[in-house]
């Protein structure tokens, strides 16, 4: 039969008994045999040693769960034995029981200080000595279990860590697909540059920005932020990149092939109303967006734009002013049937066009100040010098000093349409 607790495990479950093997150490083989006699009779595996110099060895070979010492031995006392089997290592903690005839508080506080568990005066009381033993038992019990549920948690940790690696992998190749969206950073039409800038905040976000030909004079850009951010929303801008193609003008929505030959541009407004639709009716998702679609005619400086929830964008004239354009409306993907307006502006030589996400303009400093349109347009000004990428790169800078962090809270993305300033005359 087991001792304390132990007596109360069902046959079938003996395990639950932490304490098994004991070594008795007492330099008297009579008190050594009186022990040993008691714990058998308790069902324990009993190994004696008569000093402590022999205790260590055999600690080396059966690591037992329980040591009863003798305090008082020639050679190496009880203390010094038990502080040297502390320091030996275990695979599992150790309950070590000092036999003594000492009773001062100062020695038992030493004795404790050394690393016993607890004392049983001499001569031993079996009573006591097995409610002693009960209670290393269940000391130990909850230690292992403790070490049990480590292990299972650290486990459980080592499987995190390793799907959550898989998962960070398969991100920063997500991220590479989803900026090889905006393959062509930088183009040059002639009369005016395009650049463009994307940058999530996380592995992958709902921001997309483009730029497609649709004549020998005629572009189109846009710039989209889908709701939500991560993988969901990275899909819907794969997507959407598709019925915007820039190398497969007949699957680009915005575009219509013209009778003799070619292709020509819908109206913008007309191309965020087809999409509109086409999300609503065919696509099983919770996700909407916001977009500013642009069609500029390279030849005359128009640009005519169609606005669904996208921020304003910025005009910067050639001698500096900025002005915020457009007429807002619904984002794509929302309200049924719902139509869009369009702005035209007229550009010239010098001008400037950005067309940018709401990370932008909600920018916040470390007081939660939105950096705002008059924010934008004080950047701009700063930036007048700066042209193409470097504008836009310079951009997020700025927006990085104002933020105080390089870590935005929301994607940043924009189109940056500059017509080339008239050539000075000689």
Known sequence: MSVGNAQSCPSEHIDCQAIRKVLVVDDSRLQRHILAALLQRWGYIVTEAASGEKALQLCQDIQPD????????????GLEFCRAFRAMPRDSYGYFILLTSKSEKDEIAHGLDTGADDFVT?????????????????????????TEKNRLVKSTLDELQALY????????????????????????????????????????????????????????????????HGVSSALMTARLAGYLSATAPEQNLALRRLPGGGYGCYPP?????????????????????????????LSSGQVTMAQAGHPYPALQRANGQVEMVGVGGLPVGLVDGATYDQTVV???PGDRLIIHSDGVVECADAQGVLLDDMGLAQILSELRQTHGMACLESLVWKLADFAGTEDFSDDVSAVLLEFKPSPIAV
Do not use: C
């Not at 329980?66 to 006392?77: A, E, H």
């Open 269 to 297: 407004a007309e191309t965020l109303a087809m999409l509109n639709q086409l999300i609503l009716g065919e696509m099983e998702t919770e996700h909407y967006f916001t977009m500013l679609l642009a069609d500029v005619d």
């Open 66 to 77: 329980l040591v009863l010492s003798d305090w008082m031995m020639p050679g190496m006392t």
């Open 165 to 228: 690696d898989s998962l960070d992998s398969d991100l920063i190749e997500a991220k590479k697909l989803q900026q090889s969206l905006v393959s062509d950073r930088y183009r040059d039409f002639g009369p005016a540059e395009v650049s463009l800038m994307l940058r999530s905040s996380g592995h992958v976000g709902g921001d997309l920005v483009g730029m497609f030909p649709v004549n020998a004079t005629r572009i189109g850009l846009y710039g989209i932020d889908v709701s939500g």
């Open 346 to 348: 007229t550009m010239h």
């Open 122 to 146: 001499k001569p031993v009381n079996a009573t006591e000595l097995r409610a002693r033993i009960a209670a290393g038992d269940r000391i130990l019990r909850m230690e292992r279990e403790l």
